[in-house]
């Protein structure tokens, strides 16, 4: 029953539609990158387009070779990367709020304001902590 | 030429094409914060790029490459994070 389909052929289209799928996603974080007016906005775009366009063309990759250790490989890769681009987005935000990276000035602050506030004492305290000592 | 091959190649100038773009952004990002971002966005591009490489020629030992360059882009970004705390402090 199943001699006359053609296997290889079969992987090669799925592969083919994935990475495309994923390159397009690529394609479109860089121009966000590119393109947005402000840092935090530009660092959303390239968390997420990034994350799934690298799982995208990963799972195309696993899917042509058909192997177990591969598909083991390509799994650990995606677990990897999304368990870290998250962490280090959150990180690299964090800094961004601590060093006054301006915002952009029509992002509505109405309720980030207590937080920012807080933020900028606390750190001067600390500066005044450390001078101290 | 096959079809399947065109698409790989196809696929892989569309990256170079985001890497240009990553580039430009990265020689006029007005602060080092997204200097940092377009440097993780380089290294998964690069990912990607090494896992098309490796469908292209069926070689299976580039992945290994593609496991460290996930584990150092991270550790990368991170150090670099921490760095700019500590020295604005």
Do not use: Q
């Not at chain 1, 590119?34 to 195309?60: E, H, N, Q, W």
Request: charged share 15%; with cysteine.
């Amino acid at each position: 029953m199943f001699e006359n389909i053609n296997f290889l052929l079969i992987r090669e289209i799925i592969s083919s539609v994935l990475i495309i799928m994923g390159v397009i996603f690529m394609l479109i974080a860089a121009i966000g990158l590119l393109r947005f007016p402000d840092f935090y906005i530009r660092m959303s775009a390239i968390t997420k387009g990034s994350t799934l366009g690298v799982g995208l063309i990963l799972t195309g990759m696993g899917t042509y070779f058909n192997e177990p250790d591969i598909l083991l490989k390509v799994l650990l890769i995606i677990g990897f990367t999304l368990l870290t681009s998250p962490v280090a987005a959150h990180v690299i935000g964090r800094t961004a709020v601590r060093n006054k990276i301006p915002f952009w000035e029509r992002t509505d602050l109405e309720e980030f304001k207590d937080y920012l506030h807080k933020e900028h004492s606390t750190h001067r305290d600390h500066e005044r902590d450390n001078k101290h000592l | 030429m096959s079809l399947f091959s065109f698409t790989l190649i196809f696929a892989m100038a569309a990256l170079s094409i985001c890497l240009v773009l990553i580039g430009i952004r990265f020689a006029l990002g007005p602060t080092l914060p997204d200097r940092i971002t377009c440097f993780d966005m380089f290294v998964s591009n690069i990912i990607g790029i090494v896992a098309i490489y490796t469908e292209l020629t069926g070689n299976h030992d580039f992945i290994d490459v593609a496991i460290i360059l996930s584990l150092f882009g991270f550790l990368g970004s991170i150090s670099f994070a921490y760095y700019l705390m500590k020295s604005t402090r």
